[in-house]
């Protein structure tokens, strides 16, 4: 899936990370358990924030759920769209509340679409 990485990243998989959840327990990790997630998961993106203009990166697996997808992109889009929260934490909570409005209106569109027999979309 991410083809071509092994040979940039060899040095570092083992490198140990560290994290915080919402509730303040830290966890630890290395990049490649982090790699394998990613490629299960099937997709996964950042916001370059301090670019002008911002920009985000993306990379989704062709088996990647659409609404999972849509949410992937609102989310990115929260982290450039208004103000950031100054707390790493409550700025991950800010932009899921984007992806988490993208979702929705993915799944309203998917419902108009049953309803209508047509796609919206086209």
């Not at 989310?75 to 800010?94: C, K, W």
Request: proline share 5%; glycine share 10%; hydrophobic share 40%.
């Amino acid at each position: 899936m991410l083809e071509g990485w092994e040979e940039h990243c060899e040095d570092i998989l083992d490198v140990e990370i560290e994290g915080e959840t919402a509730d303040g327990a830290v966890v630890t990790s290395n990049i490649g358990a982090q790699v394998v997630a990613t490629e299960k998961m099937g997709y996964w993106g950042f916001a370059e924030t301090w670019a002008t203009p911002p920009v985000i990166h993306l990379w989704v697996s062709p088996g990647a759920a659409p609404e999972d997808v849509v949410e992937l992109i609102g989310h990115e889009l929260g982290h450039i769209t208004g103000t950031p929260a100054a707390d790493d934490i409550e700025e991950e909570l800010r932009a899921h509340e984007y992806g988490q409005v993208a979702r929705s209106a993915f799944e309203a569109l998917k419902l108009i679409e049953e309803k209508r027999k047509e796609p919206v979309l086209a």
